[in-house]
Structures are given as structure tokens and as C-alpha cells.
């Protein structure tokens, strides 16, 4: 399953070399999203794995980009537990500026991405909610009547 998300590059971490055999490289992005002209902030860690690490060298931390990953998940036994991890394992970042329209973009295709919480809030509607508030999906109202 391939997906695709941009946001802003918030976090770089260095290549880890895991075993002899395998190396990650993880980042962070920060993701905005508006509901109800409010927007809420999440984050997500993902990861390059092996040839793909040094793709992120070329963005700074700040910078706008678009993201193509696949989820990748492993299932595991210890000591009579089974536990699962998940892993967003990203194979393209380019900059989320640098092309015109967004064509095939997952966030629709004319749509641009909301905008992120600066404190200047720089189109941002009638944002008066904590920057860092997560509301879960209970407490949003977003039916249309």
C-alpha cells in the first residue's frame, strides 16, 4: 500500500546502522490539519531504510515536502506475548514547493495543504485553540447538518 503525505520537516536523526545487513534513517514530520477552521497539529515519525537513507540530506528542517511511504508492520512473540510494530517506511521525498498544482497528490488535486501553527497565523482562520491540541474524534462535530 502506497500513500503519500506533506508536511513540514521538523526532526532529522542520524543513519543507524541496526545489524550488518540493514540501516534506517528516521525523520519527523509535522502535520496540519484543519477541521472546522481549527488546526490541529500531529506528528509523525517515519523511516529511509538502507539505499534510501541519504534521499533526506537534501531537505533542511523546516522545509515543506511531500512524502511516498508504505506501511510496513511485524508481528513478534516474547516470552508468551505477542506484540506488533508499525513503521511508515517513506521510498520519495521531494519539496512540496517545488511543483506547480500538486498534480496526484493525496490532498486532492487544486486543494493546498493548511497552514501550519505559526504563531502569526498567516490564514488561519479563527484558530484560538491550543497549538498543540489533539482533539480525538468524539469531540469533533464535523457531521454536515
Not at 537513507?53 to 511485524?74: A, L, M, P, Q, T
Not at 505477542?82 to 498544482?101: H, M
Request: hydrophobic share 30%.
Amino acid at each position: 500500500m502506497s500513500l503519500e503525505v506533506t508536511g513540514k520537516l521538523l526532526v532529522k536523526y542520524d543513519t543507524q546502522q541496526v545489524s550488518e545487513k540493514f540501516k534506517k534513517r528516521e525523520f519527523v514530520l509535522e502535520l496540519a490539519e484543519e477541521i472546522n477552521g481549527n488546526i490541529y497539529t500531529n506528528f509523525a515519525k517515519m523511516q529511509l531504510v538502507q539505499n534510501k537513507c541519504d534521499i533526506i540530506d537534501r531537505f533542511k528542517e523546516g522545509d515543506s515536502v511531500r512524502v511516498s511511504f508504505n506501511i510496513k508492520g511485524n508481528k513478534w512473540e516474547r516470552d508468551g506475548k505477542v506484540n506488533y510494530i508499525t513503521n511508515l517506511d517513506a521510498w520519495r521525498v521531494e519539496s512540496a514547493t517545488a511543483t506547480p498544482g500538486n498534480a496526484g497528490g493525496s490532498q486532492g488535486q487544486g486543494q493546498s495543504a493548511p497552514a501550519y501553527n505559526n504563531n502569526n497565523n498567516q490564514g488561519g482562520g479563527n484558530y484560538n485553540a491550543t497549538p498543540n491540541f489533539n482533539p480525538s474524534p468524539e469531540t469533533i462535530d464535523d457531521l454536515p447538518f
